[in-house]
């Protein structure tokens, strides 16, 4: 694999950098770049794409072909890709009323709780298939807990609440903006002997 355009759906906020996530434009598959074999992080200049303007950081529902060395799966993260250091380039972006050509349906997302046991992932107890997931929810609330950014909501009739890696959070928060109620869901890396459900995007 050496180059894909894909639909951004996702720049989160990881260990102060970026995650960053799309579904490739041709065949709606879930792509996480990832800056080494273990899935760490973008740092700012590795999340920049060229266009005819000039060069600036990459956002939901623009269109970017990226370069790839390999594919990087990790049990947690079968969708990780190792990007090949090259600078982005933008081709469009997709229409707000076109993301959902690019919704998931899962009958739950990994389960009801906000978490998974990394353990039962990498000892195969507990099978992956893919660990992003963008879905049309409903009854969702976005709110601070301890100065933590957080959003519940329900999807196929089951409550969820899990801490949110949006950047734009403050800002939706803030203006109570009506939202479309389509979020991107990523299970993130190990922590504390978990992997825990975040919600990387708003929309």
């Known amino acids: 694999m050496n180059q894909s355009e894909i639909v951004i759906l996702a720049n989160s906020i990881k260990n102060g950098q970026h995650c960053v996530a799309g579904k490739c434009f041709g065949t709606k598959s879930w792509i ?10 973008l740092s700012d200049n590795q999340v920049k794409y ?46 707000a009323a076109e993301i959902k050509n690019y919704l998931d349906t899962p009958i739950d997302l990994w389960g009801t709780d906000n978490r998974v046991q990394y353990e039962k992932i990498f000892l195969g107890l507990y099978n992956i298939k893919q660990s992003l997931y963008l879905v049309q929810v409903e009854n969702i609330m976005l709110y601070y807990n301890n100065n933590r950014r957080r959003a519940s909501f329900s999807y196929n009739n089951i409550s969820y609440d899990f801490a949110v890696t949006d950047p734009k959070f403050d800002e939706l928060y803030s203006n109570d903006q009506k939202l479309k109620n389509i979020l991107c869901i990523s299970l993130g890396g190990e922590y504390k002997e978990y992997c825990y459900k975040l919600v990387a995007t708003i929309f």
């Open 32 to 41: 996480r770049p990832v800056s080494n074999e273990q899935g760490a992080e």
């Open 50 to 95: 060229k266009n005819i303007h000039g060069i600036y950081t990459v956002k939901p529902l623009q269109r970017i072909r990226m370069g790839f060395s390999r594919h990087v799966p990790l049990s947690h993260q079968p969708e990780n890709f190792l990007i090949d250091g090259k600078l982005w380039q933008q081709n469009y972006s997709i229409e």
